[in-house]
Every structure is written in C-alpha cells, then in structure tokens.
C-alpha cells in the first residue's frame, strides 16, 4: 500500500479527526487524537502492512499548546515507505497509551520518552527509565532542563554515594571552540580543558581523532 493509499484509509475511517501533516523531504505524515493512536497503528499493520515501528520519540515544543507531541515512525517493508504519525499531549496530562502490543519495538522507545520528557504510557508493561536511574528527579530532553545538567542525588547502588554536580558551562571541558572548519574539533569532549581545546584548533598539524 502506498502512502496516499493509507492516508485515504485513514481518513476514512477517522474523518476529520486525522489531518495531514506537510510533506517534509519526501517523508509524508498526520496528526490524530492520543486517544485514537492505538486504533490507527493497528490498522496501518493489519491493513496497511506496515509492519514495523522504525523510532517513538517525544518532543517539547515548550510554549505552545499542547506542549509535548510523541512521534510514531511507521515502515512498510513489503512497499517500502514511511508515515509519521503525530498526537499532541497536553502538560498537565502527558499521558498516551502505549504501543507496544502491536509493535515490540515501542517498548524501549517509549521507556525513552518517559525517561528524556516525562512522557507516561498507559498499558506499558515495565514503564521505568531506562537511561537515568529509578529516582533521578528531572527530565533532561525537556526545554527547561539546561544544558549544564541540575544537581541530584545519585542512587545508591552507586559505588561511592553523593551527588551529581552541574557541569562547567563556562571556562570549563564542555564548551565548544566556534568557527573552525572541523566539527571534530568544535565537539566538547574531543579536549578535557579549554587551554588544550584553543591549542588544538589552532595547531594545523594536529590529526583528527575520530
């Protein structure tokens, strides 16, 4: 089934709740109600034969309303094409339900955007953060979480209990030398100080690590 195709039988099937979305270098896309997403990605693998979820991800548009979307990247292997899926979710109710009864792949990605934006799954089976630890008290995808990180306490399976700083925004490892040619030269952690990140994008003999 190609793409028109689905969103034809999208559309008639939801109506004017599904609205397409701009085609983006050649990727097509809709919006749809949270509440309707389970019944429409089931439909695009019974009937759509896209048989795989290829990414979930969230997104924090900050001030705009709904604050947070989720996007559902759906693949057909047997046509070959793509559709992304999108449904908004509100900031006082980031809640949508889960996936991962028809694509075992949103597992893990779902448990990514619960960790990264506090996005919540309901029917999850084992909805629990899968990149910082059970605890950690922040969300540091969100647009209100800064770059230099926030303090917290750190878990107690941890070696040698305390607490996690803030890293050095300024004067510190991680700021990044602007205007020259090599991006591996700009990246953060390519130096531990900024004396040696200034020698190293200034020194011509010095070879890319990559």
């Keep these: 089934m190609n793409i028109p195709d689905a969103i034809s039988i999208l559309k008639a099937r939801l109506g004017d709740a599904i609205t397409e979305t701009p085609v983006f270098r050649g990727e097509s896309g809709v919006s749809l109600p949270r509440e309707r997403i389970v019944e429409v990605c089931r439909l695009l693998k019974e009937e759509g034969r896209f048989d795989m979820l290829t990414d979930l991800s969230g997104v924090d548009n900050a001030d705009t309303v709904p604050r947070f979307e989720v996007h559902y990247l759906v693949y057909s292997f047997s046509d070959r094409c793509r559709l992304r899926l999108v449904v908004g979710i509100p900031e006082d109710d980031p809640v949508v339900d889960s996936v991962s009864g028809i694509w075992a ?11 990264m934006f506090g996005l919540r799954f309901s029917g999850h089976p084992d909805l629990r953060r899968i990149l910082m630890w059970d605890g950690y008290p922040h969300h540091p995808l969100r647009k209100d979480f800064p770059v230099a990180g926030l303090p917290a306490e750190l878990p107690m399976t941890a070696v040698e209990t305390g607490t996690v700083e803030s890293a050095p925004m ?41």
Excluded at 105 to 115: G, I, L
């Design 105 to 115: 792949t949103a597992n893990w990605h779902e448990r990514e955007a619960y960790d």
């Design 170 to 210: 300024a004067g510190g490892p991680f700021v990044a030398a602007i205007g020259t040619p090599s991006s591996t030269r700009r990246e953060p952690r390519a130096c531990d100080t900024v004396a040696e990140r200034d020698r190293a994008v200034t020194d011509p003999n010095r070879r890319e690590e990559i």
